[in-house]
Nanobody, 110 residues
Framework: VQLVESGGGLVQPGGSLRLSCAAS????????MTWVRQAPGKGLEWVSS???????DYADSVKGRFTISRDNANNMIFLQMNSLKHEDTAVYYC?????WGQGTQVTVSS
């Protein structure tokens, strides 16, 4: 069972990034999925979740800017991040059924 995040990087304020999380070892369609982030010096912060039926939920801090989606056929989870702000700088992790990926760094800086 493994999750591998990708897509992070350095972006200017107002820019966009699309994070991906590739799952292996289990059938993604059976599980809800979550993105969590950890900013420098801070604890984990829930960002967004998507249920098995496609229901989505977002933290107030990202609502209207981030979009979570899933591709069950390819065992992938995505997080489209638009209008990025300095405070979005963090390591982003995907979580499925208690399994965590290694994280991908997102840095928003001019």
């Amino acid at each position: 069972v493994q999750l591998v995040e990708s897509g992070g990087g350095l972006v200017q304020p107002g820019g966009s990034l699309r994070l991906s999380c590739a799952a292996s070892g289990f059938t993604l369609s059976k599980y809800s999925m979550t993105w969590v982030r950890q900013a420098p010096g801070k604890g984990l912060e829930w960002v967004s979740s998507i249920g098995t039926g496609g229901y989505t939920d977002y933290a107030d801090s990202v609502k209207g800017r981030f979009t979570i989606s899933r591709d069950n056929a390819n065992n992938m989870i995505f997080l489209q991040m638009n209008s990025l702000k300095h405070e979005d700088t963090a390591v982003y992790y995907c979580n499925v059924a208690g399994t965590w990926g290694q994280g991908t760094q997102v840095t928003v800086s001019s």
